[in-house]
Structure formats: structure tokens, C-alpha cells
């Protein structure tokens, strides 16, 4: 009976830390306010837009082809204006994750697979190329940095999931004072319903939605 206990107490932890995780993933980052009347450049920034997660069944194959037109479309008359593509991409990090990675979702997104590269039908020319492992893209500090260095204060922001990182990287800019814009027909999200929820908020915070 005693063993049963550890057991069940062993359950609980590790579904309250299993929890815990998930919900640190797509948590926002805080950091130092930018003065966005000082910071005139803007950026494109292409969230998660890889292989891994564009081949798979979770969006319907007609949405993505017709966000990653979109999303090329973007990218062509962003270098065009002279305004930098910033490239975006998840792996997951730890032994933990990527274990719930490979027993929920076939590894995809996890370290060492094959997927991580952007999806092969995007044509970027990304002026750099971030790795992160939390939902919002700032959690790379390399990321702010560059934006700093560059004085960007817009982010226009495409890519996957509305309810996932790219909601996540839109509120990591906003709680900094960056303007954000985002392309709704440039976004995937897995849920339709939570994605309008999500940009209604976004857009109470401050965030421009444009088609």
C-alpha cells in the first residue's frame, strides 16, 4: 500500500512539473522598455516556419501553402524596402521535453531531428537566423540584441502557431514598447477560435492586425 502512495505521489509531481513546463514554454519574457520614438527601423520576423512542423497533419496543407506564398510575398517587398527578414526556429531543449516531444508528436521539433530547417518552399534571404527553446522568440537574448544593435522598434511578425509562439513572440515585444504589426493570412494556428481570441487580446494590448 505504501509503495502504491510514492507511486501516486510520484504521478502527481510529475504531472504538476510536466504542467509547470508547459506553461513556462509559452510564458512571455520581460525586459528593459525601448523608446520606440527613438528605434525607427522595423523588421520582419518569420516565427517557426520549419519543416518539422509545416509537414505534418496538425494545419490543412491548402492554409499552408497559402501562408507560405504569403509569407514570400512579405519577405520579397520587406528587402525590396530595405527592411531586414529575421528567421526565427524552435528545438526543443532537455531529456524531459524531448521525450513528451517523441511520445506525443513523432520528435517533431526535437533535437537531432530532421525537421528543424525552415521549410524548404520558403525563400527568405533572412538577414539572421535565431534559435530559441521558450515560445517567445526574446528568450534568445541574441534576438533583442540584434534588434538593439539595429534600432528596430517594429516587428512585423508571420509565422506558427497564432496560439502558440506567435502570440507569445508578439507579447514578449509588446511588453518591451516595441510597435507590432501582425499578418493574420501570414499565420498558422491550429485552433481558428483561439487564434481570434488571441488576437483580440493582442490588439487590446496595442498590437495592429492586418490581412
Known amino acids: 500500500m505504501q509503495v502504491l502512495v510514492y507511486i501516486g505521489v510520484a504521478l502527481l509531481l510529475l504531472a504538476a512539473y510536466t504542467a509547470w513546463g508547459m506553461i513556462r514554454m509559452q510564458t512571455p519574457t520581460r525586459g528593459r522598455p525601448i523608446d520606440p520614438a527613438v528605434r525607427t527601423g522595423e523588421a520582419m520576423v518569420v516565427i517557426d516556419v520549419q519543416k518539422d512542423f509545416t509537414s505534418g497533419k496538425t494545419y490543412d496543407a491548402e492554409l499552408v501553402e497559402r501562408a507560405l506564398s504569403r509569407i514570400n510575398r512579405l519577405a520579397a517587398d520587406a528587402r525590396d524596402k530595405g527592411i531586414?527578414?529575421?528567421?526565427?526556429?524552435?528545438?526543443?531543449?532537455?531529456?524531459?521535453?524531448?521525450?513528451?516531444?517523441?511520445?506525443?508528436?513523432?520528435?517533431?521539433?526535437?533535437?537531432?531531428?530532421?525537421?528543424?530547417?525552415?521549410?524548404?518552399?520558403?525563400?527568405?534571404d533572412a538577414e539572421a537566423d535565431f534559435i530559441k527553446h521558450r515560445g517567445d522568440a526574446f528568450s534568445n537574448p541574441e534576438f533583442g540584441?540584434?534588434?538593439?544593435?539595429?534600432?528596430?522598434?517594429?516587428?512585423?511578425?508571420?509565422?506558427?502557431?497564432?496560439?502558440?509562439?506567435?502570440?507569445?513572440?508578439?507579447?514578449?515585444?509588446?511588453?518591451?514598447?516595441?510597435?507590432?504589426e501582425i499578418i493574420d493570412d501570414a499565420v498558422l494556428a491550429y485552433s481558428a477560435s483561439g487564434w481570434a481570441g488571441q488576437k483580440a487580446r493582442l490588439k487590446a494590448r496595442g498590437a495592429m492586425i492586418a490581412a
Do not use: E, M
Request: overall charge positive; glycine content about 16%; hydrophobic content about 40%.
Open 145 to 180: 540584441q540584434w534588434l538593439d544593435r539595429h534600432g528596430i522598434g517594429k516587428l512585423v511578425i508571420v509565422g506558427l502557431d497564432g496560439n502558440a509562439c506567435v502570440k507569445s513572440t508578439a507579447d514578449g515585444a509588446l511588453n518591451r514598447g516595441y510597435r507590432v
Open 84 to 124: 531586414p527578414v529575421l528567421n526565427v526556429r524552435h528545438v526543443f531543449k532537455g531529456p524531459y521535453v524531448n521525450l513528451l516531444v517523441r511520445l506525443l508528436s513523432g520528435g517533431r521539433g526535437g533535437a537531432g531531428s530532421r525537421g528543424l530547417a525552415t521549410d524548404p518552399r520558403l525563400h527568405l
